[in-house]
């Protein structure tokens, strides 16, 4: 979304889950991004896939009435295959969100109302609201008050240790960026983007990727 005088307005917009303006190249983009990252829009098969809404549902069977759950696995499931292209997607995908549209906010944890509790019953086993993935993962790999906390020191000063504890460190906070996907495979776009968003030359990092 380029830089304008709308821009927040619609950043707003987007974060309430208000896909507008809809003849905009931006919100199609957006919209598309959301989805393949979400895993419910396979870019390299054009195909929409339902299974991480059973899955999400599977994990949280209180978040949402099975049966809208259903209806919308169904009407996700009846979606024809779509040419990998931001306005296709959206021009697709578009009907089901705006059908199931609370379904979604309340199965993938965007209700407040309903999410407070889980927060509160998984603690430190998830991150919460505004929390770093740095922050996170630390925590959960080196928890205060555990033997190896202390290598902490060493890891913020990026040094590479060589056991399993680190390895599991390193790859909570890669796949928390999205720099691995949980294929387990390099996610170089990701990588790049972010150079990108601080105004880092990309050329010695896409030689090395």
């Known amino acids: 979304l ?12 987007w974060k309430e889950w208000v896909t507008e303006p809809r003849d ?9 991004c959301v989805l393949e990252m979400s895993g419910l829009y396979d870019a390299a098969s054009g195909k929409f896939d339902a299974s991480v809404i059973e ?62 509790e889980i927060y509160e019953k998984l603690g430190k086993d998830i991150r919460q609201r505004k929390q770093s993935y740095f922050e996170f993962c630390e925590n959960k790999h080196y928890p205060v008050g555990s033997p190896k906390r202390s290598d902490l020191c060493k890891i913020r ?12 460190h390193t790859d909570c906070i890669m796949k928390g960026l999205r720099y691995i996907t949980k294929d387990n495979i390099l996610n170089c776009d990701e990588i790049k983007r972010d150079f990108k968003q601080v105004n880092k030359d990309t050329g010695a990092l896409e030689k090395v990727l």
Not at 3 to 13: A, M, N
Not at 62 to 87: F, I, W, Y
Not at 159 to 167: G, H, P, T
């Open 24 to 32: 905009d190249p931006a919100t199609h983009c957006f919209a598309k």
């Open 55 to 116: 899955a999400q549902h599977k994990a949280y069977p209180n978040s949402e009435d099975k049966g809208k759950v259903d209806a919308l696995v169904k009407a996700v499931q009846a979606l024809p295959p779509t040419k990998n292209d931001c306005t296709a997607v959206f021009r697709a995908f578009g009907p089901v969100h705006m059908a199931h549209k609370a379904t979604s906010i309340n199965l993938f944890h965007d209700n407040k109302a309903l999410t407070k």
């Open 2 to 13: 380029k830089d304008g005088p709308d821009r927040v307005k619609t950043l707003l917009k």
């Open 157 to 168: 000063q990026y040094v590479v240790l060589d056991d399993a504890q680190f390895k599991q």
